[in-house]
């Protein structure tokens, strides 16, 4: 089992995350002659997200989709890593009640 001081250096490590979902939508836009006319939708990423109690969308071009990705995953191992965190601490709370 980990202590706090150490899972608290690998929180340390995780770098860059955001929170959200990374969407991928497919719209048409409406020209006879395009691709989507014939069934190839366009598609476009998004970052999707909660403020403020509303739902908010954030495009992401695709440049960056595999960072927001990477990002994502950080996230992920950070909230993993928190769930460590609050056992280690609990741990050494009752630790030192002996």
């Given at each position: 089992m980990a202590t706090s001081k150490e899972?608290?250096?690998r929180i340390g490590a995780i770098g860059r995350l955001v929170h959200g979902s990374?969407?991928?939508m497919k719209r048409t836009c409406?020209?006879?002659g395009c691709k989507c006319a014939r069934g190839e939708r366009h598609s476009a990423?998004?970052?999707?997200?909660?403020?403020?109690?509303?739902t908010r969308l954030e495009h992401v071009?695709?440049?960056h989709v595999e960072t927001v990705r990477r990002w994502r995953?950080?996230?992920e191992r950070l909230c993993v890593l928190v769930e460590e965190l609050t056992t280690a601490l609990?741990?050494?709370l009752r630790e030192t009640k002996k």
């Open positions: 899972v608290l250096v990374l969407v991928e409406g020209k006879a990423y998004y970052l999707s997200r909660r403020v403020g109690g509303r071009s695709r440049a995953k950080n996230y609990v741990r050494e």
